[in-house]
């Protein structure tokens, strides 16, 4: 129970109203233009648009305060604490930004003769080793654009790993707490998924694994699991489980997700793990910019190497070149991946250092077990069983005593200044609240958010029954979701 | 550890909170033998202290401006390369604007009473992309525009059905976004079949019509302008097509929709592309931004985030996430694909950008493009340098033929000016018919004498 007087951070502060772009156009009015033409103008002959796109004709400082005032409707990091489990919601230090934005590493095309591209060649490479290092795997590439495009990217490897070996085996393994990525990247590589079911306790026991190879046999082409996984929770079996897995001459791919937790404390190539990707825009800070760019490389174990997508950078006697690997599965994106998002992650790594980057993890686990120690006074904890950097906890005593739900449990931290968990997810937790503090959370803005949670905690208690209307200070009140799905307006000429 | 929040006293109150002895206990549920020796030198340079404790922002600074400077950029460089990613002048306030942390450091917009201003912004960059491509709906965007024509060629084929044939590629479309999108069928479609383009650098109307009959194939996939500049006649193809059953995904160059008429009246189904060169650098290929539009009707089959209009609890309008049913979170392996992102800020710099050129602004990228390149095929010609496939309709881009291009080519580099892509090289498939062939592009930092200058390099042997 909160004793402490408690004071809510949110606060009512200038919103101002924004119509969209277009109802501020007026016509014949411009803000940016190119310099007068110095060669003759040239239009082409055929084909020429009838009616010109009509795009809003506004000022630049109307411009500015446009999109201002739309980002000031928005929460984010830079705001206030993001406890949104299994997205990593760290700090992202001003400083990647400045390098990224660097004319050398910024203004160069993907095709310059690779005599002219050389550093940004050596980025790539350093950073491909870094990751290899880090995960203690033995090659990587940094193609794949998102952590679903490395889950894409990792299972077509081993598609190709397989039928180099002459075998065409259809099912891939995936406990049932998984991210909704795995099953869907499954189908899309010519998998089908089959859910394992992980005990009560929360984790996939090799003793599941073993009955599941019983049935499927070498029908199997691999076993796909988060570690640590969705409940923050070490898969201790994982050893074991890849023993399994090689024992049918299957393959054990890593979702690197939650690799935040076990920087410098252990590795998947230690685990046996064949294939993992990385999520740079979790564990490696580069910002989430409202839904991407994101950035999500593969490391893989040397035999999978061969497979890995091309063109891939090669160290060369004069610095750093291309190879085109004959067994590669192709090109998963066009050119080198997003390597703006590369420059962030690699000048995050080089800030930290090993010693850095094996703190960050044991803050991150730290921040979290001090969370989930507090608030298991006021919500139920959906596992006993220990947790590294996130925690999930449950609306089981909220329900029981006056029906008050996860969903409301969320919109009413947004009251309290705060962006909620992740809810309802990992999905075999009922009322699911998926909690990551990350570690560059102070222990001052961690009692904020037990404070403000404890509060909703007790006005639950107290049989306060205002929930079904929150949130109430954000500048707009609760969304219709439902109302924007059965009529969908989704762009400006669909109103009616 | 930079950005370190927490003292070593916050530790031991906290180790206490916990009811833990260090920091070490937290992690006991790893068993220990895969805790052992654990290493992971990172590859910097220098001392190994400093190694491990990492570099300041300074020494980040010195060692990261030393990698630039060895890529070969404006304004030292001029460059003629084009092949999908284009440079461009962006105006100051893109970059000011998506750097506010508001934007910056947001999450994707699930919870919309928190994320009106990327939402409202998603709603704006689909309005706009709609009336650029003439389309009805467009999507919150796509990685880049290899991976939006595979989802184009994915998409087409949940909407002809499984009785339907293969995918028809055309031949002339990037090579990147061929490849690309070979590799994402290769296990889930049946193989896509290559359409072959004529002697003037077109899709082969007539083999189109050979593959039509003899493969019902379920879609068509053409570059807009193709790979060698050719704006292809989307009214023609269409003709020779059947009414039904067969989609046309035009893979389109959205700063040619100032000038062009939309794909949309041409007799497009689906069209997508890569706007990055809408106010996003070149970035070595990325992050950039893929754009998805389509007939309203194949709206369910859709990949992708879609943002909505909508009311509040007060009656108000504002934004959600909607249309959700189709993707990975909610329908995991039955979902429209894996994608779990968009490319938020990289749109949002596109909606930036295109507001700040407006209508009029937009119509001038398109001209300053257009009469960039016609001047320097004319003077080229001039100068004996032939365009290939001359009778073609181009945009701003096209393939030249160029004696010795070996030598000229190093020539332009030793004047550091790079003078395009060397198709025998990009595309080794082409083999020798394409051994002089140099694909040149111009775009808007070109002023009348970098064009001089590369005409003038390329003309000569010395």
Known sequence: MITEKYQTLARQGIALTEPTIFERSSSERQSFALAPLDVPEYLPSQYRRAQPAELPEV??????????????????????????????????????????????????????????????????????????????????????????????????????????????????????????????????????????????????????????????????????????????????????????????????????????????????????????????????????????????????????????????????????????????????????????????????????????????????????????????????????????????????????????????????????????????????VPGAMLIEPTETESLEELKELVNALGHIADLIAKGDTQFEQKPHKPVVGKVDEVGATRHPILSLDDRP | ????????????????????????????????????????????????????????????????????????????????????????????????????????????????????????????????????????????????????????????????????????????????????????????SKPPVSVPFTQQGTLDLEALKQLVIKQNPSALIVGWPNYFGIVESLDEIRLVLPKTCLLIVSITDPSALSLFETPAKLGADIVVGEAHQLGTPMLFGGPHCGFFASKKEFLRQMPGRLAGETTDIRGNRCYALTLSTREQHIRREKATSNICTNQGLIALRTTIYLSLLGKNGFLELGKTNSSLFHYLETELAKMGIKKRFAQSLHYREGVFEVPRLALRFQNAVDRKIVPGIRLAEKVPRFGNRFADSLLIAVHPKHTRRDLDRLVEVLSSDH
Request: hydrophobic share 40%.
């Open chain 1, 59 to 428: 000022s630049e400082l109307q411009v500015v305060r446009h999109f201002t005032r739309l980002s000031s409707w928005n929460y984010a990091i830079d705001l206030g604490t993001f406890p949104l489990g299994s997205c990593t919601m760290k700090y992202n230090p001003r400083i990647n930004e400045e390098i990224a934005a660097l004319a050398g590493l910024a203004e160069i095309h993907p095709d310059l003769p690779i005599p002219l591209s050389q550093g940004a060649l050596e980025v790539i490479f350093r950073l491909e080793n870094a990751l290899c290092s880090i995960a203690g795997m033995d090659a990587c590439s940094t193609q794949p654009a998102a952590g679903a495009h490395g889950e894409l990217t990792g299972l077509l490897l081993i598609r190709a790993f397989h039928e180099n070996l002459g075998g065409r085996r259809r099912i891939v393994l995936i406990p049932d707490t998984a991210h909704g990525t795995n099953p869907a990247s499954c189908i899309l590589a010519g998998f089908e998924a089959v859910t394992l079911k992980s005990s009560s306790d929360g984790y996939l026991h090799a003793e599941t694994v073993k009955q599941a190879i019983n049935l499927h046999q070498r029908d199997i082409a691999a076993l796909m699991m988060t570690n640590p996984n969705t409940l923050g929770i070490f898969e201790s079996d994982i050893a074991e489980i890849a023993e399994l897995i090689h024992g049918i001459g299957a393959q054990l791919y890593m979702d690197g997700a939650n690799m935040n937790a076990i920087m410098g404390v252990t590795q998947p190539g230690k685990m046996g793990v064949d294939v993992m990707q990385y999520n740079l825009h979790k564990t490696f800070s580069t910002p989430h910019g409202g839904g991407g760019p994101g950035s999500g490389p593969v490391a893989v174990k040397s035999h999978l190497a061969p497979y890995l997508p091309g063109p891939r950078v090669v160290k060369t006697d004069t610095g750093f070149g291309l190879d085109y690997p004959a067994q590669s599965i192709g090109q998963i994106k066009s050119y080198f991946g997003n390597f703006g998002v590369l420059v962030r992650a690699l000048c995050y790594i080089y800030r930290h250092g090993e010693t850095g980057l094996k703190e960050v993890s044991r803050t991150a686990v730290l921040n979290a077990n001090y969370l989930k120690s507090r608030l298991s006074e006021y919500f139920e904890v959906a596992s006993k069983t220990p947790s590294l950097h996130e925690a999930v906890l449950t609306d089981q005593r909220q329900i029981k005593s006056h029906g008050v739900k996860t969903l409301q449990i969320a919109k009413s931290l947004i009251d309290e200044g705060f962006h909620p968990p992740t809810i309802y997810f990992p999905l075999v």
């Open chain 2, 1 to 188: 550890m930079p950005y370190r929040p927490l003292t070593p006293a916050n530790e031991r109150e906290m180790l206490q909170v916990i009811g833990a002895n260090s920091i070490e206990d937290l992690f006991a549920s790893i068993p220990p033998r895969l805790r052992e020796h654990i290493a992971m030198p990172l590859g910097m340079d220098g001392p190994t202290d400093k190694q491990k404790r990492g570099w300041t922002e300074h020494e980040l600074r010195g060692f990261f401006s030393q990698l630039g400077a060895k890529n070969a950029h404006f304004p030292e460089y001029c460059h003629f390369l084009g092949g999908g990613i284009y440079d461009n002048i962006i105006p100051a306030v893109v970059q000011q604007l998506v750097l506010r942390g508001e934007f910056l450091t947001c999450y994707t917009p699930y919870q919309p009473e928190i994320s009106q201003g990327t939402l409202q912004a998603i709603f704006e960059f689909q309005t706009m992309i709609t009336r650029l491509t003439g389309m009805e709906v467009a999507n919150a965007s796509m990685y880049d525009g290899a991976t939006a024509t595979a989802e184009a060629a994915l998409m087409a084929e949940r909407i002809a059905g499984k009785t339907a044939g293969p995918i028809l590629l055309a031949d002339s479309l990037h090579p990147d976004y061929q490849n690309v999108t070979q590799t994402f069928l290769k296990y889930h």
